[in-house]
């Protein structure tokens, strides 16, 4: 009876995923820009993309990098440090060449021309909330892009209460 469940499970996922991804738009991934922004080939075109709902630290410094300083307590060097560790998890699940799956929310782009989507890997598993519930990326969710509010809060309190990737004790 297990081994029938199990199979459901897996048969109903498999439905559920090519529903998914029909309706939304197939991507080829270009290379990785920072911890929450890819460069996508899709639709004839290169498209900057911009992780709907999430922040990832900055890897160099810069304005924002110096502001997470100022706001965190933390040094600079940290902030930069936890950047360049969001950009190498992020590459342990995107490779130059590999497909991935784009949906829109509301606004369709960012006040610096960046299209803003929530990303799905070609497995189904969901990137944007991967990054918070793996602990390198916070949520920041800005209305009316807030589809998945909640669940990028629930994994962002998991991760920072069981110190997953960037809340680890170092």
């Known amino acids: 009876m297990a081994v029938i469940t199990m199979r459901f499970k897996i048969g109903l996922f498999l439905i559920l995923f090519s529903i998914f991804?029909?309706?939304?738009?197939?991507?080829?991934?270009?290379?990785?820009?920072?911890?929450?922004?890819?460069?996508?080939?899709?639709g004839g075109k290169i498209l900057k993309i911009r992780l709907i709902g999430i922040d990832a630290p900055e890897s160099m410094e810069n304005k924002k990098s110096l502001r997470n300083s100022n706001m965190s307590g933390k040094d600079i060097k940290t902030i930069i440090s936890q950047?360049?560790?969001?950009?190498?998890?992020?590459?342990?699940?995107?490779?130059?060449?590999?497909?991935?799956?784009?949906?829109?929310?509301?606004?369709?782009?960012?006040?610096?021309g960046r299209t803003l989507a929530y990303v799905y890997l070609?497995?189904?598993?969901?990137?944007?909330?991967?990054?918070?519930?793996?602990?390198?990326a916070s949520p920041l969710t800005i209305a009316?892009?807030?589809?998945?509010?909640?669940?990028?809060?629930k994994s962002?309190?998991?991760?920072?209460?069981?110190?997953?990737?960037l809340w680890a004790d170092k």
Do not use: C, W
């Not at 922004?37 to 899709?42: D, H, P, R």
């Open 21 to 42: 991804a029909a309706a939304a738009e197939k991507a080829v991934i270009k290379r990785i820009i920072d911890g929450d922004t890819i460069s996508v080939f899709s």
């Open 83 to 112: 950047g360049k560790q969001a950009i190498a998890f992020l590459k342990t699940h995107l490779k130059k060449g590999d497909v991935v799956f784009l949906e829109f929310d509301i606004v369709n782009h960012d006040k610096y």
């Open 122 to 136: 070609s497995d189904g598993r969901f990137l944007n909330n991967l990054m918070i519930s793996s602990g390198y």
């Open 144 to 153: 009316p892009n807030v589809k998945y509010k909640d669940l990028f809060l």
């Open 156 to 165: 962002f309190q998991t991760a920072r209460e069981n110190k997953i990737g």
